[in-house]
Nanobody, 125 residues
């Protein structure tokens, strides 16, 4: 099993930047895909970004393209989410997820079988 721990959330103003981290431990050799999701109160969990652990290929939700960047450090078993030009609508709990599969359904939470506890990001106007 893989354990995931997020960090880096906080309270920022609109237009600011923030970088989230997700450290993986355990049976990390089974990780093929890692992703970030977010969920605001009363809303469904929403896909944000995904990265292929081996190739580094990435995909993003339309709402964050050009503003957010997902990247990884293989030596540290850590993925990051760099968030620029933050908006109030970006406010949510951000969670990282790891899975053993890849394909066209990377944006679906059901693809992932390991999840972190989440870190709160609040963007004020």
């Amino acid at each position: 099993q893989v354990q995931l721990v997020e960090s880096g959330g906080g309270l920022v103003q609109a237009g600011d930047s923030l970088t989230l981290s997700c450290a993986a431990s355990g049976r990390t050799f089974n990780i093929y895909t890692m992703a970030w999701f977010r969920q605001a109160p009363g809303k469904d969990r929403e896909f944000v970004a995904v990265i292929n652990w081996s190739s580094g290929d990435t995909n993003y939700a339309d709402s964050v393209k050009g503003r957010f960047t997902i990247y990884k450090d293989n030596a540290k078993n850590t993925v990051y989410l760099q968030m620029n030009t933050l908006r109030p609508e970006d406010t949510a709990v951000y969670s990282c997820a790891a899975g053993r599969y890849s394909g066209s359904y990377y944006y679906k939470p059901g693809l992932y079988d390991n999840w972190g506890q989440g870190t709160q990001v609040t963007v004020s106007s």
